[in-house]
């Protein structure tokens, strides 16, 4: 193909293809979805790296993120700068991590950071009631809302100081096989 | 499993302090001052553990002033709810400095820290631990505590050169692992690309100290690693070529994990015909086609029936078993020579390349056999791996909030549904956790009875009627046989297969029926026995057809006028595969428009008609099974399966997208009418189930058969390549014999076969060796499962112990600062709460 030479050296490939789950025909893909975002703004050419970011608006507006309630969170959690604008270094770090052949130990590390609402290295009860009502799409009543916290927390929270920390949220999840084939994206 | 650790701390208490209880009231107190001293540590940067630059005693005063106020409040509620001296300390907010910074620096609160140095630390303990690990050294210091994660370092200095240091220390960790272990470390790094770009591009320059290094590999990893290659590389190949991939993602994004498994089964299907289809093309097809026996041209009437029948001029095609001949072919023989006898090479030079197609015929079914169960029995494990769960959850609710998006989902309207989905779980979780009641369901154990009673004899006389019907259509074309035959003849011979495609059809859904009569109080035990029914329906139905072939018409062919059975068997099975398919697509096509109208009509709802995930998986391993058993007597026959997976692929996409079906659980659609959407079957493991539903009943059953067949059937002497052989592994006995005889060096060879194939005492020894591997795996898991639990203890013990410690702290500090005050000495008695 003649097109690899013009967009990325056979050393950028190596590294993306050690760094990343990915090969080196999905990171064309990978480009090609990133350039169709913003076809002004993304270079064809990323032999010399070229420090181009897109914002949060538009990277939620592919279609495999457009309806996911927690989009604006995984795009901030894997941007650079954490308000969301992503360069395509991120971008492809973003599909990695959330990848079918990313290992458990990785997705949890970043799902501990998505649902981490406000940023503080602790899923506190208001991270829970946001995750929640994302879920639910507020369906259900505040007081329910309440209450499946509280239970929630209860269950999780092994040291008792009614937050979850990343080793409670690790062992909760270490008990639900379904969480590596759930916290998937396909590109 | 959800447990609740009490942290009621009177027993450590009342051993150490003698005076104290705890309660309920002493834990929220506690909680909320962690989270007021949390979040006042917190509020500024999340990396600085340290406190400002304040005096002890100054900021104690400071805290000791507006802790006042706070205090007599608080002392007024402790007289009402006669607490103890020990709340007393915990409810003042006047912990030292001291006590404040080290619960600052508590491991727990640093674990999921993002500064870099933490995660660049964190993953040179990991990397050190792997490298020591291949040097084959032991560090006990590194696993001693396990809740602390093995992390080793201070974690409150941030220098820059600190993180140079570890950064530096991390690349030389990195250099010294083998090349894989540094990819994997790599990939599994929670950094961000540019990071690892740049660790990588450090740690991989150095190439010369990679060789050196990497040549000090023990040797058995790196046959392991070439052996894995050989084995699976063919079929990684394949996979990765990512058949249907756009359609999977469509319909991963519409209808969510649980229906996108049953396409990805008929992916696997498709991958294990393939490699049946390739092996068995290029050993035995392709060489006897390329020299073809001699036949006396039959004349047979050219009606499009045959397609159907696999009778006329199909019965002498490359298609069934009766084509092969027993000849040994040599290159340099023109087809013309080529009798059925031994062939014409027998005096030309010895050294030519002579193809022997009895044996080729054996070995390559055995081959693939053998193969083909190796790659079942490792993806199975490999599934069960990933699906095994420590503990019966129950009441997980924060495992529903975390764990069941699905974020493959894309489309609007199936976002809605799931989120409608995990709603009305979550509202039943809670109903459950609240207590109430379930509603009152009828099920007696007379129901149950019944239920059984009415499927297990269902499933009886289904096979009985079969049974008789299939004697009864032997005898009836023995009849035939001996008059004319015509096209009605030859179309009753589809009649047997229709019958038990019938049977196949319409006894599931009366299996439905009776699980809605039973109303089962969980989803999964409900799944589980209708997919029980099923399978057993499906085994006696092949039991029962298996009994016919091989036990009847393959003892006495001659009663069944038959000169070739294996052909006629081979044809069945042909037959047995259309007509499945036939049903399959008659039934997608019109059967759900049937039932919308049955659902509008009957039980007045508009409904849409449900997917069943796990009955049409069901049918797609009886055709499995059907094609693995027909493969000795028709080597084609593999490649029929793939042109009826392709089709039926796009039929149930195709048919999935039209009627837009709405309700993506595995039960059937009669389940589904009265209640609510139940909780859906975890995604992972239904392939675990699906994958080990084809290789233990399915897989195991065609295999017993196939062996059967060459072990103990007479082969019939007028066609196929084991004509004129007692039994068809004879085969490969007199080859060996052969070359004992022509080739005295190679009569090792002959040893070992005679030892490997005909000698049962090694089969017995190898069932042996596997039963107690699986043993020793199972006593493994158990002590892993034991060592899990006396950890979570261990955790629990923790936590009370970080308490206990926390408010010794405390009380020792207030002891010191205020020696004389008589209310804040901790009273040796405490009530009773």
């Known amino acids: 193909m003649g097109n690899k030479q013009t967009i990325f050296t056979d050393e950028q490939f190596e590294a993306y293809q050690d760094c990343t789950f990915f090969t080196r025909k999905e990171i064309l893909q990978l480009h090609g979805r990133f350039h169709e975002l913003a076809p002004h703004l993304v270079p064809l050419d990323y032999t010399n790296q070229p420090d181009v970011s897109l914002p949060l608006a538009l990277i939620v507006s592919m279609p495999e993120l457009k309806e996911n309630p927690f989009r604006h969170r995984i795009v901030e959690v894997f941007s650079e700068d954490g308000q969301g604008n992503m360069s395509f270094n991120d971008f492809v770090d973003m599909f990695s991590a959330l990848c079918e052949t990313a290992p458990r130990e990785l997705k949890t590390i970043y799902a501990f950071k998505i649902y981490d609402f406000n940023v503080d290295n602790f899923l506190c009860k208001e991270d829970l009631e946001k995750t929640l009502n994302r879920l639910t799409k507020g369906e259900l009543t505040p007081e329910e809302v309440n209450l499946v916290c509280s239970k929630a927390m209860e269950e999780a929270d092994l040291d008792g100081d009614s937050k979850l920390s990343f080793s409670d949220f690790e062992n909760m999840i270490s008990k639900a096989p379904d969480f590596l084939s759930t916290f998937h994206l396909r590109i | 499993m959800a447990y609740s650790v009490d942290f009621n701390l009177s027993p450590i208490m009342e051993l150490e302090l003698e005076s104290l209880r705890g309660d309920d009231t002493a834990q929220d ?339 693939t056999f053998f193969i083909t169960g190796i790659v079942l029995v490792y993806s199975m494990s490999k599934s069960f791996g990933r699906s095994f769960r420590v503990f019966k959850s129950q009441g997980n609710l924060a495992i529903k909030i975390f764990c069941s998006w699905d974020f493959k989902v894309s489309k609007k309207m199936s976002v809605r549904l799931q989120s409608e989905n995990i709603t009305t779980q979550l509202k039943e979780l809670l109903s459950e956790v609240k207590g109430g009641e379930e509603k009152g369901r009828l099920s007696g154990m007379a129901v149950h009875l019944l239920a059984w009673s009415i499927s297990l004899g269902s499933t009886f006389f289904c096979a009985l009627g079969i049974h008789c019907f299939a004697k009864d259509m032997h005898l009836r074309r023995l009849e035939d046989a001996e008059g004319e035959v015509s096209l009605v003849h030859e179309a009753r011979l589809l009649a047997l297969p229709g019958v038990v495609s019938c049977g196949n059809l319409l006894l599931p859904g009366l299996f439905n029926l009776m699980s809605w009569m039973e109303n089962f109080n969980s989803p999964i035990v409900c799944l589980y026995v209708s997919i029980f029914r099923n399978l057993l329906l499906k085994v006696s139905i092949l039991g029962v057809l298996c009994y016919h072939w091989l036990g009847k018409i393959a003892a006495e062919p001659e009663q069944h006028g038959l000169q070739c059975w294996e052909s006629f068997v081979g044809q069945e099975l042909y037959r047995f595969l259309l007509v499945d398919f036939i049903f399959t697509v008659l039934n997608t096509v019109f059967g759900e428009f049937i039932w919308k109208l049955f659902a509008q009509g009957v039980l007045r709802r508009r409904r849409k008609p449900v997917f069943d995930i796990a009955r049409n998986v069901l049918e797609l391993i009886y055709g499995q099974t059907l094609t693995w058993l027909g493969v000795l007597f028709t080597p084609l026959l593999p490649a029929v399966q793939i042109l009826k997976l392709l089709l039926l692929f796009h039929m149930k996409k195709s048919s999935l997208l039209v009627n837009s079906l709405v309700a993506f659980l595995p039960q059937s659609s009669l389940l589904v009418n009265c209640q609510a959407p139940r909780k859906p079957w975890r995604a992972s493991q239904m392939s675990t189930l699906f994958i080990s539903l084809l290789c233990f009943p399915s897989f195991l059953g065609a295999t017993v058969s196939v062996t059967y067949t060459i072990w103990t059937i007479k082969p019939s002497s007028g066609c196929g390549p084991f004509r004129n052989l007692p039994f068809m592994f004879h085969s490969g006995k007199q080859w060996a014999q052969e070359l004992k005889s022509t080739n005295p060096k190679l009569a090792w060879l002959n040893w070992v076969h005679s030892c490997l194939v005909e000698n049962p005492l090694f089969l017995f020894l190898m069932g042996g060796v596997f039963l107690m591997v699986i043993y020793i795996h199972t006593q493994i898991v158990d002590g892993q499962r034991k060592i899990i639990s006396l950890l979570q203890e261990q955790m629990e013990n923790e936590g009370k112990d970080k308490k206990f410690l926390i408010t010794r702290l405390q009380a020792i500090h207030e002891e010191r600062q205020y020696p004389l005050s008589p209310s804040s000495r901790p009273q040796p008695q405490g009530s009773e709460v």
């Open chain 2, 29 to 367: 107190s506690m909680c909320q001052l962690i989270r007021v001293t949390g979040t006042g540590l917190e509020s500024g940067s999340p990396k600085t553990l340290e406190m400002d630059v304040l005096t002890t005693e100054s900021r104690d005063r400071l805290a000791s002033q507006m802790s006042d106020v706070r205090e007599r409040a608080d002392e007024r509620r402790l007289q009402r709810s006669e607490e103890s001296m020990q709340t007393n300390l915990l409810v003042r907010n006047r912990w030292s400095a001291a006590t404040l910074r080290v619960l600052s620096s508590m491991p727990s609160r640093s674990v999921g820290q993002q500064s870099r140095l933490e995660i660049i630390s964190q993953c040179n303990i990991r990397s050190t631990q792997l490298r020591r690990y291949h040097r084959q050294t032991k560090d006990v210091s590194l696993s001693s505590r396990p809740s602390i994660r093995g992390y080793g370092i201070e974690a409150d200095s941030e220098d820059v050169c600190e993180e140079e240091t570890k950064r530096q220390e991390l690349v030389n960790n990195l250099q010294s692992l083998s090349a894989g272990d540094r990819v994997r470390m790599l990939r599994a790094m929670p950094l961000s690309l540019a990071e690892k770009t740049k660790l990588r591009k450090l740690a991989f320059s150095d190439k010369v100290g990679q060789s050196i290094l990497s040549s000090q590999v023990p040797c058995c990893s790196l046959l392991k690693r070439t052996l894995y290659h050989i084995l699976f590389g063919c079929l990684f190949i394949l996979s990765s070529l990512q058949l249907w991939q756009v359609a999977l993602k469509r319909l991963g994004g519409r209808f969510g994990t649980g229906v996108l498994s049953y396409f990805l089964f008929i992916r696997t299907l498709l991958l294990f015909n393939v490699f049946l289809f390739l092996i068995n093309g290029l050993f035995l097809v392709l060489p006897q086609a390329i020299h073809p026996p001699l036949h006396t041209p039959s004349s047979h009437r050219v009606t499009g029936l045959e397609l159907f029948t696999g009778t006329g001029y199909l019965s002498n095609s490359l298609m069934f078993y009766g084509y092969y001949t027993n000849s040994t072919i040599n290159t340099s023989c023109r087809p013309a020579e080529a009798t059925t006898g031994t062939g014409c090479g027998t005096t030309s030079d010895p050294h030519m390349m002579a193809y022997n197609i009895p044996l080729a015929y054996f070995f390559t079914i055995g081959i």
